[in-house]
């Protein structure tokens, strides 16, 4: 680590933070980053020189143990207490993330309209511009040499490059598995399928492509691209987001293949983070269709690996109103199926969503039926996400519904908090 520091303004570059994701009370900062702290506010940026890390210093801040992180779409998340017991009850996490666009979440506030929130979203580059002009002069090479590459990356740039990300990968990823909670929303995306099954109604996230496995050439193509295109901040990743909308569904050869290539290409087993993950969506047809040798592949991988099917209700009538083509047997299979998955295999854990509303009156009782009686006790794997269809609308009624399903369910159950790239 080499440090700096020209009266109030400190930097110290090539710091470590911890090297394992972890579930605390108090903010954490993972893998390889440079900070500079000002009277105003901590600024971190990672080895490339792009800021990911806001924390403003005064008094009208809105609390000294929140922050706005940036993330690699360049989008900014807010990160709040909540008041850590009730948060970490509904979302499995001390601290809640609050995005600038809509949402499902039922906890959060509008911190984004906060003054002091604003304000250092938009004087940032000039925080960083002052602390240069002080810090420069003087500083050690390796400190200049970070200085101009950090001076290097302004809003235009950074904006620039969340564009290059979504060419190489073909579209914004419009919503993130809820199980990349437990990297913090750190990887890779990398996409060997596009478009969906089903196309349901009530869907706000899905493309309307047609589903397809994309060819070997495009995956190789996108892996060597992604590899550019993280240089140097590579180090700090070490999961993967198979995309696109139902991964599962995809040739398994291929997503063995993927997965593999990804993580020999990308570095991911020589990130400054331990261990490795995959992340990916599923649905019920491709869950029901995958082959067994699919998983005991996938249990042979140095990395645990979390697939999320959305199930959305066990209820007939429900499924209609949403517009998803399934019949509730088939819903109810799907679900016994990964609970034999989850059973079965130690690095595999498949996670399932439902919605929150009761649309129809056997909607509820179905979906109970499923959590409390169809599983014969409590189980510490295969989280339940719950989702309520009205986006953005805080609600202390929808609240206590989803603490009283919380409590009847047998499995661990949460809130899916949307979040993208």
Not at 101 to 125: D, M
Not at 196 to 205: D, E, H, I, T
Request: proline share 7%; aromatic share 10%; glycine share 8%.
């Amino acid at each position: 680590m080499c440090t700096d520091r020209r009266g109030d303004i400190r930097i110290r570059i090539r710091c470590r933070g911890a090297d394992s994701y972890a579930k605390v009370s108090y903010p954490q900062q993972y893998g390889i980053y440079a900070e500079i702290e000002t009277a105003a506010a901590v600024m971190r940026f990672n080895p490339g020189g792009e800021i990911v890390h806001l924390q403003g210093k005064g008094r009208d801040w809105p609390h000294p143990q929140e922050w706005i992180k940036r993330t690699i779409g360049d989008d900014w998340v807010y990160y709040s207490t909540g008041g850590y017991s009730g948060v970490v009850e509904a979302i499995g996490e001390y601290y809640l993330p609050n995005t600038p666009y809509p949402t499902n979440s039922l906890l959060g506030g509008r911190p984004f309209e906060h003054a002091a929130v604003v304000r250092l979203l938009e004087s940032w580059p000039s925080l960083l511009a002052a602390a240069a002009a002080r810090l420069m002069p003087q500083a050690p090479a390796a400190i200049r040499d970070f200085l101009a590459r950090a001076g290097g990356c302004d809003p235009t740039v950074l904006r620039q490059r969340a564009e290059q990300l979504f060419s190489i990968i073909g579209g914004r990823v419009t919503v993130l598995p809820p199980d990349a909670r437990h990297v913090d929303y750190d990887l890779v995306p990398v996409h060997i399928s596009e478009g969906c099954l089903y196309k349901c109604r009530f869907c706000r996230v899905k493309t309307e492509r047609p589903y397809r496995d994309k060819e070997w050439s495009e995956i190789e193509r996108q892996i060597a691209d992604l590899r550019r295109w993280f240089g140097p901040n590579s180090v700090n990743y070490n999961s993967l987001f198979l995309g696109e909308h139902d991964a599962l569904a995809a040739d398994p050869d291929l997503i063995i293949a993927a997965i593999a290539r990804a993580r020999e290409v990308l570095g991911l087993a020589g990130s400054a983070m331990a261990g490795g993950n995959v992340f990916l969506f599923g649905s019920v047809d491709s869950l029901l269709h995958a082959p067994p040798r699919l998983f005991a592949e996938l249990e042979r991988l140095p990395c645990s690996v979390y697939i999320n099917i959305g199930l959305e209700s066990a209820d007939q009538e429900t499924l209609d109103k949403l517009g998803k083509p399934l019949s509730a047997a088939r819903v109810v299979e799907a679900f016994h199926r990964m609970q034999e998955i989850n059973g079965n295999f130690n690095r595999i854990e498949m996670t399932a969503n439902f919605v929150m509303d009761e649309l129809a009156a056997g909607h509820i009782p179905a979906m109970l039926q499923l959590l409390r009686d169809g599983v014969p006790r409590n189980r510490p794997k295969g989280s339940i996400y719950l989702s309520p269809l009205r986006v953005g609308r805080p609600s202390r009624s929808l609240v206590m519904d989803f603490y009283r399903l919380k409590t009847l369910s047998r499995l661990p159950t949460f809130l899916y908090i949307i979040q993208r790239l």
